[in-house]
């Protein structure tokens, strides 16, 4: 079965400074998508960003960016310039291409420090 | 744009009891998707319907079903309820794209259940 690890309950970064989540996910398929979402106090999750497992380059999006490690099934976060807004948890999820079973792991406690 | 709508907002129920949480999809989104946010972990999914049909399924007891309407909305409903159904319920809205790109859920800000 496909899970998703992500080994940092809690971190803490300074406004303005750079951090990165880690997640590693283990599956057998490969063709599948990963995604990372945020989910701040008011509950709702937004996704941040994906990344389709065929795709070579990793995805950006404004201040956020993926490291995309295919062979050690490796899938970080990096927020750059972090924003007081950043602050929430962040879920990194795992879907196979051609199945709607979303997997999340247990996620990240972004702090963001003034 | 109207997004993903969920009621209520919060319910608490007893025990035994059945409960019913409702869904209304992002504008023009036709598949829903239900997921069960207990504290301090990841949602798990529930189920997804699609053209009013369970399309597929997660590891959940027959006390959990659901509904989808021809407006697209959904409903969840549970079935002799356990403490251990107290979570977040999340709805999710997508809307299945053509090729490789991934179909993306969008949210709603969930139901929170309590069960005494």
């Known amino acids: 079965a496909q899970t998703v690890t992500q080994s940092q309950p809690e971190m803490s970064v300074q406004e303005a400074e750079t951090v990165t989540l880690s997640c590693t996910y283990d599956?057998?398929?490969?063709?599948?998508?990963l995604f990372w979402y945020k989910q701040p106090p008011s509950r709702q999750m937004i996704l941040v960003i994906r990344?389709?497992?065929?795709?070579?380059q990793n995805a950006t999006e404004n201040r956020f960016s993926v490291n995309f490690q295919k062979a050690a099934k490796s899938f970080s976060l990096k927020i750059s310039d972090s924003q007081l807004g950043d602050a929430a948890m962040y879920f990194c999820a795992y879907r196979s291409a051609g199945n709607n079973d979303m997997r999340f792991g247990a996620g990240t406690r972004l702090t963001v420090k003034p | 744009d109207a997004g993903v709508t969920q009621s209520p907002t919060h319910l608490i129920k007893t025990r035994g009891q059945q409960v019913t949480l409702r869904c209304s999809p992002k504008?023009?989104?036709?598949?829903v998707s239900w997921y069960q946010q207990a504290l301090g972990q990841g949602p798990q999914f529930i189920f997804q319907y699609y053209e009013e049909e369970e399309r597929q399924r997660g590891n959940f007891p027959d006390r959990f079903s659901g509904h989808q309407f021809p407006n697209y909305s959904s409903e969840l409903n549970v079935n002799a309820l356990l403490l251990g159904d107290s979570a977040l319920y999340l709805c999710?809205?997508?809307?299945?794209?053509?090729?490789?790109?991934?179909?993306?859920?969008?949210f709603g800000p969930g139901t929170r259940l309590t069960v005494l």
């Open positions: 990344q389709e497992a065929y795709k070579q």
């Open positions: 504008s023009g989104h036709d598949t």
């Open positions: 999710a809205s997508s809307l299945p794209l053509a090729g490789a790109s991934p179909d993306t859920q969008y």
């Open positions: 599956t057998s398929e490969s063709d599948y998508y």
